[in-house]
């Protein structure tokens, strides 16, 4: 198992372009998250889904959208990069169960500049 | 609202003495869950612990230790004897339970970093 997997590993984008962070995971997970870290704020949650098809908005979303066309995949697209973006970028995934909350599972983050 | 509150920003000890780390959360929920996260200075995140609102026992691993107190909304956790390698940041994180909500959301405090110094 290669467990979560993220691309890139670092990228540095102008202000107004666009890019997708790509994250899967070979775990049959259902569920699937994108988390931003700044200095100071802990971790945020920008996007997650439940199951492919479905996706709900996190805490700071504004700037992102998520797709969720396959169990596997969980891409993360900036629409126009602006420099508040810049950050570490983890994507998590969890199995669920009725009895406990599912560990997440972190893949090593992608670290994005934006100039 | 759900909130997760770690005051210490930064805490230093020397190698061998005990440190504890504060948690406080804030919840509506009579179901959630609480974790403890460590990132070591190579950024990754390594799950510690996973505790359901419904388990009040204290657990210990080897030096660490956790302390789940629902009365005062507490997660707090003990390293016993640190050494330099425990040098990393430390996120408690909260989960309310419900349909689509098992886990998949997590709430994150701000992070310790602990600094272990030889």
């Known amino acids: 198992n290669a467990g979560v997997t993220q691309t890139p590993k670092f990228q540095v984008l102008k202000t107004g372009q666009s890019m997708t962070l790509q994250c899967a995971q070979d775990?049959?997970?259902?569920?699937m998250s994108w988390y931003r870290q700044d200095p100071g704020m802990g971790l945020r949650l920008i996007h997650y889904?439940?199951?492919?098809?479905?996706?709900d908005q996190g805490e700071v979303p504004n700037g992102y959208n998520v797709s969720r066309s396959t169990t596997e995949d969980f891409p993360l697209r900036l629409l126009s990069a602006a420099p508040s973006q810049t950050s570490v970028y983890f994507c998590?995934?969890?199995?669920?169960?009725?009895?406990?909350?599912?560990?997440?599972?972190f893949g090593p983050g992608t670290r994005l500049t934006v100039l | 609202a759900q909130k997760v509150t770690q005051a210490q920003t930064e805490i230093s000890v020397v190698e061998k003495e005990d440190v504890t780390l504060d948690c406080v959360y804030e919840t509506r929920d009579t179901t959630y869950y609480l974790f403890w996260y460590k990132q070591p200075p190579s950024g990754e995140l390594v799950f510690l612990i996973r505790r359901n609102s419904f388990d009040e026992q204290n657990e210990i691993s080897g030096r660490y230790s956790w302390n789940f107190q629902k009365s005062t909304s507490s997660f707090n956790f003990t390293i016993t004897a640190s050494q330099v390698v425990d040098s990393a940041v430390y996120f408690c994180a909260l989960s309310e339970a419900g349909i689509y909500n098992q886990g998949g959301k997590l709430i994150f405090g701000q992070g310790t970093e602990l600094s272990v110094k030889p």
């Open positions: 889904s439940v199951g492919a098809g479905i996706t």
């Open positions: 775990m049959n997970h259902e569920y």
């Open positions: 998590a995934s969890s199995y669920s169960t009725s009895l406990v909350g599912g560990e997440q599972f």
